[in-house]
């Protein structure tokens, strides 16, 4: 089980960036998946999730904002950002949970990450 991001970068605030993660190894719409964010000195923040069955959560600091899905035939799963925020600016990373099915979602297998800086 692999996952590997792309897409992170520098874009200004009020900007918009699509974060990719590829996976292989499993087919995504089999399990539940993640992004999640750090920034240095705070804890890992999860983001969004999708769940087996297709429902997703959203954290309250970027509902409205960010959208997950999936594409099962590129078996890559995608977030779109938009009205990015300098407090957005952290390292993405992807995450595939094998027990992903609503409610639970339990990370099996962690992305290196791809660091996404909002700033003028």
Known sequence: VHVAESGGGLV???????????????TVSTYGMGWYRQVPGKDLEWVAKIYK?????????VKGRFTISRDNAKNTVYLQMSSLKPEDTAVYQCAAARYGSW???????WGQGTQVTVSS
């Open 12 to 26: 200004q605030p009020g900007g918009s960036l699509t974060l990719s993660c590829a996976a292989s190894g499993f």
């Open 53 to 61: 069955e297709g429902q997703i959560n959203y954290a309250n600091t």
């Open 103 to 109: 409610p639970t979602f339990v990370p099996s297998a």
